[in-house]
C-alpha cells in the first residue's frame, strides 16, 4: 500500500510540474517523508533534468544518509540552510551551506547559479523544502516576498519551483495560493 501512494504521489507531482512553472504541495507531516521519496525517485529516473533542492526541514546529511542514491546523483545540487546555524560544519562537494535560513537573498542567488552554464534544453527544477519550516525564522510577510521573487526570477529563466508546506507546521493559505498549480495530499488520497 506504501509503495502504491509513493507512486501515486510521484506521477501527480511529476504531471504537475511538467505543465505548471510553479507548483505548491500541501502535505500533513505524516506524509512528508513519503512525497521527498517519491521527488527523489522522480530525480534518479529523470537524469536528464537539472535540480536545486533547498533543505530547511532536514540536513542534508540527514537526506543524504536516508536518500543515498538521491544524494549521490549529478544532476541535483543541495542547499542546506540549517547545518550552519546548528553549528555542523560539514563539507561537501554536492552541497552548498548556507549560513542560516535567515538569509533569502543567498539561498535564491545559490538556487539560481547551479543553473548557470547549463544547457538552456535542460528541464531545470528548484525545490523548497519548506516554505512552512522558512517561517519558523522568518516574517511571513518576508517569505511571501521571498517565494515571489524566486518565483519571478524563476520564470524569466525557465526553471520551474516546487514549493512544500507541511500542514502542521502553519497556515499556508496565502503562501500556496502564489503557485500557478496546488497539490494536497492527505492521509490517504490526493486532491
Known sequence: ???????????????????NQSVGIQVPENRHGDLLEAIFESICRNTHTIWTYVAVSKTF???????????????????DCISRAAGISDINSNCIYVESPVMLEKIILESLNNFKGMKHD?????????????????????IREFISLLMNRSRA???HVVSILVEEEMDSSKLIQLNDKIIVLRDSFID
Open 157 to 159: 529563466e525557465n526553471v
Open 122 to 142: 535542460l528541464d531545470k527544477y528548484i525545490i523548497i523544502d519548506s516554505l512552512s519550516a522558512l517561517m519558523i525564522y522568518n516574517d511571513p510577510d518576508i
Open 61 to 79: 546529511d540527514y537526506l543524504s544518509k536516508t536518500f543515498k542514491d538521491a544524494a549521490k546523483q549529478n544532476n541535483i545540487k543541495f542547499i
Open 1 to 19: 500500500m506504501v509503495d502504491a501512494v509513493i507512486e501515486g504521489i510521484r506521477d501527480r507531482v511529476a504531471a504537475a510540474i511538467q505543465v
